[in-house]
């Protein structure tokens, strides 16, 4: 168990075990800390290409090691969004993914147009700018972050 904990807004998290300071985060956290070598740069790109998202943590010995993750998609997915393409709904999907990532789930989906690396509070903002642009807009969410008014 961790003796303290912080959240770094939009970069990982930072905690300290037994005295020791361990780094869980994205590439952003690693190269501020001066931790991204060009070879781990290039693990990460290479994830990123797969469309996982890739997160670096770095123990007290500097050795780091990396998470990839990855948003598995309902089967059915592609068959709803299909069906509403066909209705000329315009389907679009607002994301906090990278935009890779993004474009390789709308290429599996169908989806007509894709909105990423936005932050919760960004996506309440495109919604508004997708009434203006179409009027009537309905929303599916797949997390908390989507649930905000």
């Given at each position: 168990?961790?003796?303290?904990?912080?959240?770094?807004?939009?970069?990982?998290?930072?905690?300290?075990?037994?005295?020791?300071?361990?780094?869980?985060?994205?590439?952003?956290?690693?190269?501020?800390?001066?931790?991204?070598?060009?070879?781990?740069?290039?693990?990460?790109?290479?994830?990123?290409?797969?469309?996982?998202?890739?997160?670096?943590?770095?123990?007290?010995?500097?050795?780091?090691?990396?998470?990839?993750?990855?948003?598995?998609?309902?089967?059915?997915?592609?068959?709803?969004?299909?069906?509403?393409?066909?209705?000329?709904?315009?389907?679009?999907?607002?994301?906090?993914?990278?935009?890779?990532?993004?474009?390789?789930?709308?290429?599996?989906?169908?989806?007509?147009?894709?909105?990423?690396?936005?932050?919760?509070?960004?996506?309440?903002?495109?919604?508004k700018a997708l009434q203006q642009q179409f009027g009537v807009v309905a929303m599916l969410?797949?997390?908390?972050?989507?649930?905000?008014?």
């Amino acid at each position: 168990m961790a003796d303290q904990f912080a959240a770094l807004h939009r970069r990982g998290v930072q905690g300290t075990i037994a005295g020791q300071t361990y780094y869980l985060g994205n590439a952003r956290l690693m190269t501020e800390l001066n931790l991204l070598s060009p070879e781990w740069q290039a693990i990460l790109a290479r994830l990123e290409q797969q469309a996982y998202t890739a997160m670096v943590l770095v123990t007290p010995a500097g050795a780091p090691g990396v998470i990839a993750v990855a948003d598995v998609l309902r089967p059915t997915a592609a068959a709803a969004i299909a069906k509403l393409n066909a209705l000329d709904v315009a389907t679009v999907m607002l994301t906090g993914d990278k935009l890779l990532t993004a474009q390789r789930i709308r290429e599996v989906v169908g989806v007509s147009l894709v909105k990423a690396e936005l932050l919760p509070e960004n996506k309440l903002d495109e919604i508004k700018a997708l009434q203006q642009q179409f009027g009537v807009v309905a929303m599916l969410g797949d997390g908390v972050n989507d649930a905000r008014p």
